[in-house]
């Protein structure tokens, strides 16, 4: 692990518990504190609680809230309001784009293009992208 690596809040919500174990894997090696939630209402609770990512990374297609639903909630209640917001997903219809466009999404990563490595690597440019523009 690189010393001078950041160290990085991030929200990482999917349904998909091989998903879940992998990237917990995956983010082991990094400095990042990584609270992982299989379900939105979970996610929004760990938000409600004052956690304060510098991501939320996301999934679309889920039981119960989806994905894009989850931000729109997340947007009217004013949580995370400087996080950046990352879809990592397998859906790549031109409705999705144009919902992720319409609610500011940060990044758009399809999982199967993409290995985990990788993923970590895009998560944390939007991450640095995002503060570059909030500043």
Known sequence: MDDNAKSYKILFLDDDQFILEMYS??????K???RFA??????KKILEEG??????????IMPGVQGFDF?????KDALAKNAALVALTNQGEVEDY?????LHIDAYIIKANHIPTEVVA??????EKKKQNNN
């Open 25 to 30: 894997v995956k983010f082991a090696n990094t």
């Open 98 to 102: 144009d919902r992720a466009d319409k």
């Open 71 to 75: 931000i729109a909630d997340i947007k």
């Open 122 to 127: 895009l998560i944390e440019n939007a991450i």
């Open 38 to 43: 299989s379900s939105a209402d979970e996610a």
């Open 32 to 34: 990042h504190e990584v």
């Open 51 to 60: 956690f304060e990512p510098d991501a939320i990374v996301f999934d679309l």
